[in-house]
């Protein structure tokens, strides 16, 4: 193998450690979100972004990824909209905000952009009840920083 080779060949050994050891960490799915709490997570995000005078697009998906709820602001960009649904799905699919798949990207390279369902940009978090995933949410529309603040803010609702 070439040094190239051994680089992609350790990284991923490394995150599949990684992820074992988190898989036995990690919440266990829960009933999915209900339509009503998938309204008040999306209205405090909304208003997060309002009064930061970010337009957004909001999607709050259920364990398996499927729209809940979505909400789009005045004058967010159209591509937002697309975004906030499958940033919300990727979160729910793999049990963690999207920064992680970000932040492996950026790391060790685009190979993880290659799982299916991975949008690997700031701004969606699983929703958790009762300390297991009931679905995601996730913001977009500004930067990743920005996404991750409005659907925090979100998520503070719960």
Sequence with gaps: MS?????????IGVLSMSSMAHAEDEPKYGTDISVDTAKVIAAAAVKECAARKWSMAIAVTDTHGALVYYEKM????????????????????????????YDVTAKAGPFMLTMPGVLAAPGAWPVVSDG???GAMAASGGTGD??????KAGLAAM
């Excluded at 040094?3 to 990284?11: D, G, K, L, R």
């Design 132 to 134: 297991k995933i009931i």
């Design 74 to 101: 005045d004058d967010t960009e159209l591509g937002s909209a697309q975004a906030a649904q499958e940033k919300a799905a990727a979160a729910a699919l793999y049990k963690r905000p999207t920064r992680a798949f």
């Design 146 to 151: 920005q996404d991750d603040v409005c659907a």
């Design 3 to 11: 040094i190239s080779n051994w680089t992609v060949a350790a990284a």
